[in-house]
């Protein structure tokens, strides 16, 4: 069986993403901003105080702490 080979990019985002993960927390926080901002998203806390953020699109995604997660 051949392995596959890795993109010399990812080991360089993973690098970033570990090394700097509150960077990496941030820049996807603006952009989910822009989103709202612009009118192509829309966000909203939960009943169990989660943020969903949804898409005009129709995605929906939960915004976790760490994570982020497509619920639709």
Known sequence: ??????S????ANRQIAVSRPEDAKSRVLA???????SGRAEWSRT???EIELRLLSGEVFM??????TRVG
């Open 8 to 11: 010399s990019t990812a080991g």
């Open 31 to 37: 952009a989910i901003v822009e989103l709202v901002d």
């Open 47 to 49: 009943a169990t105080d």
């Open 1 to 6: 069986m051949r392995a596959m080979a890795r």
């Open 63 to 68: 915004l976790g702490e760490v994570s982020v």
